[in-house]
């Protein structure tokens, strides 16, 4: 017999897997599960599984609820970017992309600040057009998101037909700002979502959904 409080402590406090759980118990793999059935724990789904597998230390990231005018406004503005100018499409990360260093700015702060991100975890894209200097671009991005050239990905070219004003906006090519994490991004998009629907007096739902999607 497995004791509830052992593979409690193992499979649900600790995240073990079924496997590891059977090489440390000295036992199969199907012993395991029959004694995690009849303790009625629930399994895992797979898509969790692969987010502790992915994450072993867990979450990278942890939200702090918004309660200063300062924090509400940030996480105002935070929710704002993405809705207006992240990607949505991508289910497995955060992404926002654009020319404005300020807009970065913002959005990295709301990382950083409300999510507690570590910002040495990021990565970064950088698209330029043909006419652009590339070391000079990234230079300018380094320098002024305090980030590094080693989280840049491979800069993205493009063949430069722009004229006017939209050359000079995109000086320095458009950056986008990558945090690969499910459970952070589907925490975002679930909040997008509820404020679609609710009044402005409900918006500590936004918060609640958030907080519930960062345990």
């Not at 043909?130 to 491979?154: E, G, N, Y």
């Amino acid at each position: 017999m497995l004791e509830k409080r052992l593979l409690e402590e193992y499979y649900v406090n600790k995240y073990h897997s079924v496997a590891y759980i059977a090489h440390e118990l000295g036992c199969s793999e199907n012993k395991v599960n029959y004694w995690l059935r009849k303790h009625g724990i629930p399994k895992r789904s797979i898509s969790e599984a692969q987010y502790i597998k992915q994450n072993p230390h867990g979450d990278p990231f942890s939200f702090i609820a918004p309660t200063t005018q300062q924090q509400w406004f940030l996480f105002g503005i935070g929710l704002g970017l993405w809705w207006g100018e992240g990607n949505k499409t991508n289910r497995t990360s955060l992404r926002l992309g654009n020319t404005d260093p300020d807009l970065l700015k913002y959005f990295l702060l709301f990382l950083r600040e409300l999510f507690q991100i570590d910002v040495t975890r990021l990565r970064f894209g950088l698209q330029i057009f043909t006419d652009i200097d590339p070391v000079a671009a990234q230079q300018f991005w380094c320098r002024t998101l305090h980030i590094s050239p080693s989280q840049f990905q491979k800069v993205v070219v493009s063949k430069s037909v722009a004229r006017g004003t939209y050359r000079k906006k995109s000086e320095y090519g458009v950056l986008t700002i990558y945090f690969s994490n499910t459970k952070i991004r589907d925490s975002i998009y679930r909040a997008i979502e509820t404020l679609r629907t609710t009044s402005y007096a409900n918006v500590a739902q936004l918060v609640e959904r958030i907080h519930g999607g960062s345990h």
